[in-house]
């Protein structure tokens, strides 16, 4: 068993940790899914993903296990938080020494902890493979997916539509345009009152002007009537809990009468 290990939190992120991995030879430990977040979902990796298919893909590109081994249990360990964005070059110089000193790294946060760009073709399609081929979701999570397809199907061609427009997603964001005062107020208590989210005073108005706000529910009805797509389209939920509720779909609705979600 390689002495270097490497384990990494929250699912959205698997795909860079497997890279990440490969860059520094180093075998990779299931990852621990985030059970702290806005929505305190307790779920483990094979909860969400068929957990014996992604080490098998992976095989011949990172050896991934399970758990620890017993040996190295107690081995000294090193928590980094890996800087974000970054290359090759950071693992390789700044990260890859501290086998000389430590058995296992534990990266304490995955969110953006590799470049997008400039990376070696090796790397990004490894990160692509992953992606799409390695996280298969687990049988039952996909015989669910395939069956609510197959609903949306009997209605002929239709729309999946995730809309970014759920309370941690706006809390975060400071992005408020359309809510009424108190809906606004209740956002930033939510963001003031979350320890990891750093940046507590945001500008609305501001967020929105360079592009980091999702569309309204409203605004996405009038962009898909003007690309043409007709009232009798399907249209399919593909998010959680739309913040505000049916207050905040009402638009939609009514240029999309034929909505559904997952519930």
């Not at 249209?235 to 009514?254: F, K, P, R, T």
Request: a positive charge.
């Amino acid at each position: 068993f390689a002495p270097p290990q490497l384990a990494s939190p929250h699912s959205r992120k698997i795909s860079d940790m497997v890279a990440v991995a490969r860059i520094l030879k180093a075998t990779l430990i299931i990852p621990e899914l985030d059970k702290k977040s806005f929505w305190l979902d307790k779920s483990n990796f094979s909860d969400v993903f068929d957990e014996e298919h992604f080490i098998r893909y992976l095989a011949n590109d990172v050896k991934v296990e399970k758990n620890l081994p017993k040996e190295l249990v107690k081995a000294p360990k090193s928590v980094r938080y890996f800087k974000s964005w970054s290359g090759v070059d950071y693992y390789q110089n700044e990260i890859s020494p501290l086998w000389e000193h430590r058995q296992v790294i534990r990266a304490a946060k995955s969110d953006s902890r590799l470049a997008n760009n400039f990376l070696p073709p090796d790397i990004q399609k490894l990160r692509c493979r992953t992606f799409f081929q390695a996280l298969r979701f687990a049988p039952p999570i996909e015989a669910l997916g395939n069956l609510l397809v197959e609903r949306m199907k009997s209605f002929g061609p239709y729309i999946a539509l995730h809309l970014r427009y759920e309370k941690d997603m706006l809390a975060f964001s400071g992005c408020t345009y359309g809510l009424s005062d108190t809906e606004s107020e209740e956002l930033a208590m939510i963001r003031g009152n979350t320890t990891y989210w750093k940046v507590k005073d945001i500008d609305p108005l501001e967020q929105r002007s360079h592009g980091h706000c999702p569309l309204t529910p409203k605004e996405v009805g009038m962009f898909l009537s003007a690309l043409g797509y007709p009232s009798s389209t399907p249209v399919y939920i593909a998010a959680g809990e739309i913040y505000g509720g049916e207050s905040h779909m009402v638009d939609l609705q009514s240029r999309f009468p034929i909505l559904m979600n997952k519930v």
